[in-house]
């Protein structure tokens, strides 16, 4: 949770260009209290779609509450989760926010973004904050596509890129079912010896 | 290039789930021999879309020779390179298929497909065949939108999802510039500490 620092929007695609699982926040627009109701969706399936200007597109199941409530306010936020946060992660794709606070459920802290009305996930490595431009259906999902209007990370763990530390690269990426792949090492092709 | 097994498609997902660069094959419909003149192009930017139709998109640059092809002949595949094909990975990203044949130039072998006219990439641990169902623009990119009609994978690296090996999993995720992510571990959240 340590001081986020703003991520230069050219650079902002680098937060999930290596496929992490993403945590993503979004609201109830007609909720009680303000900023609204905030809930948490776990989404394994999000890309990168334009880099100028910087778009990203999450892909969410149509019966989901989460997908509701982007319908109606057109804002979300990516939020990226390190390693400590697996069991956090994990629970949040399990449990429905119409039936639970997953803030509270899993200890989590939301904070103001700077240009969205959807929270950040405090404890989450970087963020994203976007607004819907577009939303596709594709068989048994929507695409909704967003543009980047800000984007913060971790100083210590992302420095124009990911960067590796001694327990490797810190973001988690899903393999499947209860399986996560995590401690990846970094390689830079112009000198693999390194 | 092992001999490859059929993956169901209901599991075809966890290909590229957990967010690796992939080379995704094309064909010029128009060119002479048979079956067309391929193409590679390397893509960090993909996802999956749809469970049941199982359906995948990648985004490409409204500039490419890959994007006129795909446009035109509405097919494509995913191959999934593992770690020992790094430099061919980043060769193709940075060559252009209008001069040069990158099959020969990276020494990679192509393969017929079961379902598409698209060769596979014989190297790769895992291939996906494509037929495109839609075309969105979203900023500076095309996503391609496509069904995935048939599945492949090494039994030896993906078996129900990618495994794990003595260096890890074999997959490479794109951080940035010439840097990737590989070796990842797998952590299982229902057994953290095994």
């Not at 993503?24 to 890309?47: E, F, H, Q, R, Y």
């Not at 057109?74 to 400590?84: A, H, L």
């Not at 990911?162 to 079912?177: A, K, M, N, P, S």
């Amino acid at each position: 949770m340590n001081h986020k620092k703003q991520v230069p929007l050219s650079r902002a695609n680098r937060l999930i260009n290596h496929g992490p699982v993403i945590l993503v926040t979004c609201i109830d627009p007609s909720g009680n209290g303000s900023p609204g109701k905030a809930n948490i969706i776990t989404l394994a399936w999000n890309m990168v779609l334009s880099m100028s200007p910087p778009m990203v597109g999450i892909a969410l199941g149509r019966g989901r509450y989460s997908h509701e409530l982007i319908e109606k306010s057109r804002e979300f936020v990516v939020n990226i989760p390190s390693i400590d946060l697996l069991e956090a992660t994990w629970g949040c794709g399990r449990v429905s926010g119409r039936k639970e606070d997953k803030f509270a459920r899993f200890k989590l802290t939301p904070l103001p973004a700077r240009r969205v009305a959807v929270p950040l996930i405090a404890e989450c490595s970087g963020h994203m904050e976007c607004l819907v431009k577009e939303a596709v259906e594709t068989g048994d999902h929507t695409l909704f596509v967003g543009e980047v209007v800000e984007a913060l990370a971790d100083p210590s763990l992302f420095s124009d890129h990911w960067v590796e530390t001694e327990r490797g690269i810190q973001t988690i990426h899903h393999l499947g079912g209860s399986l996560f792949l995590h401690q990846g090492k970094v390689v830079d092709v112009r000198h693999p010896n390194q």
